[in-house]
């Protein structure tokens, strides 16, 4: 989704719980419990520090739990600047009130209310939700229809009736409100002495608020008892990595100048590159190669040349706004690796600095970047200097499914 249409969401994950019916375990309550090698919250975590719409994520955890939250936190992907963790109280409502009142002077206009024990949320789900919410809905609920035919218990462990499954659906997580419509119905409920809530939309329904129904992913499990742990380690540990590399290529032309800019780089030199921006072929190969592992598009098809507001941009604005792409589809850059191709200026005395710039702005380390160069032999359009040729790959592990 384009950034300016995008909203603005405080997020609140609740994990206070004591996960009493999954059973004790040497790690601690079930969102520290380790599936696919990790805790389930970091999993659960990892999803929301890369969404770009999160500018705030609430943890709301027990007091007892500081220390494997801390842990846990240390193995979260991405910005966890934005992480912040407050205590919750002695039911899941309070909880999530807690959160909710932390967030209060952060300015957001949305919040995602979601359950630390539903790590297979995906990005998918996070922008359906927040699409529904850009239409104005106060309250969205994401939930799957009830495929099971239903019993309601009689006496003596008996069937007591079969209840019609037409129109019920199961609720799950995030749940997502504007904002300081659900603090209020959440303070209100508290304060009518009301603390029977099992989800955040039944307290929406209570305070006449409507609700949104978005469909939810059969996923999205909520690991409840010890099985769902069992299942969750048994998915992740088996699961193949969804590993993709996608390649770019770019050219510009050589015209009389004072410098060429390449991997954000300035060279002083005594031509410049020609282009609508200013023509690093290196990061319009690079930003295609990473909009190709998630097959969206490429750089003509977000930056228009034709678009007069990209006149003389800077290059590393294309180049992020694709890394921020993969982020949201889940994906974790593993490697950028770009040759250049120029007879001249000498690329060699630059690399390492032109290594460092791409490091900066993909947010990964050195070490997964990597800048190449090599002259033509003085053959061909780049051997008389007449133009710079990039060639870039990049590789991105995607963690969640893309659809
Ligand atoms: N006082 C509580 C109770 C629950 N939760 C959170 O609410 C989510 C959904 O609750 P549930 O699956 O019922 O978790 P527990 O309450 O931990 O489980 P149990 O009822 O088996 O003890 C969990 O992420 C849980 O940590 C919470 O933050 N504060
Ligand atoms: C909020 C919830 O995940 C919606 O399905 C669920 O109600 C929370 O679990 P609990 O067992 O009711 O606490």
């Known amino acids: 989704m384009d950034k300016k249409n995008r909203s603005s969401c405080g997020v609140v994950i609740v994990a206070a719980g004591r996960g009493e019916r999954a059973g004790s375990h040497p790690d601690g309550p079930k969102q520290y419990r380790r599936i696919g090698g990790r805790p389930v919250i970091a999993h659960t975590l990892d999803v929301f520090v890369n969404w770009s719409p999160a500018e705030r994520i609430v943890a709301v955890i027990h007091p007892d ?28 409502q309070r909880s999530v009130l ?3 009142e932390a967030l209060t002077a952060s300015g957001v206009e949305h919040v995602l209310i979601h359950d630390a024990v539903r790590p297979f949320v ?11 919410l850009l239409t104005g809905e106060r309250a969205v609920l994401p939930a799957v229809a009830v495929t099971d035919t239903l019993k309601r218990a009689g006496a003596n462990g008996c069937v007591g009736e079969t209840v019609p499954r037409a129109g019920l659906f199961a609720a799950q997580t995030p749940q997502a409100f504007h904002f300081s419509t659900i603090l209020e119905a959440h303070r209100r409920a508290a304060q009518d002495g009301r603390d029977d809530f099992t989800d955040d939309a039944a307290i929406a329904e209570w305070a006449g608020v409507p609700v949104r129904l978005v469909e939810g992913t059969p996923d999205n499990v909520k690991l409840t008892l010890q099985k769902d742990i069992t299942m969750a380690d048994e998915r992740l540990s088996a699961s193949f990595p969804d590993v993709r590399t996608g390649n770019g290529y770019d050219v510009h032309q050589l015209v009389p100048g004072d410098g ?17 921006s200013d023509a690093d072929v290196a990061l319009h ?25 990209w006149k003389g941009a ?26 250049l191709i120029a007879e001249a200026p000498k690329i060699g005395p630059h690399r390492a600095e032109m290594r460092q710039k791409l490091a900066e702005m993909l947010g990964i380390s050195l070490d997964r970047c990597s800048v190449k160069a090599t002259t033509n032999e003085q053959i061909g359009f780049i051997g008389r200097r007449e133009g710079i040729a990039a060639i870039a790959t990049a590789t991105v592990v995607y963690r969640n499914p893309l659809a």
Do not use: Y
């Not at 060429?260 to 609508?276: I, M, R």
């Not at 190969?285 to 507001?309: K, N, Y």
């Open 65 to 92: 739990d500081s220390d494997l939250f801390a842990a846990a936190l240390a193995e979260v992907e991405g910005d966890k600047e934005r992480v912040k963790a407050v205590f919750g109280g002695s039911s899941r």
């Open 98 to 100: 807690a959160g909710l």
């Open 122 to 132: 995906g990005p998918a789900l996070l922008d359906c939700i927040e699409a529904s």
């Open 260 to 276: 060429v800019t390449l991997c954000g780089l300035f060279l002083p030199h005594d031509q410049k590159l020609s282009g609508h």
């Open 285 to 309: 190969a690079l930003t295609d190669a990473l909009l190709a592992t998630c097959g969206a598009g490429d750089i003509g098809d977000h930056f228009p040349p034709s678009d007069p507001q």
């Open 314 to 339: 800077a290059s590393r604005i294309f180049l992020e706004h694709a890394a921020r792409i993969v982020r949201d589809r889940g994906g974790v850059i593993m490697n950028a690796d770009v040759s």
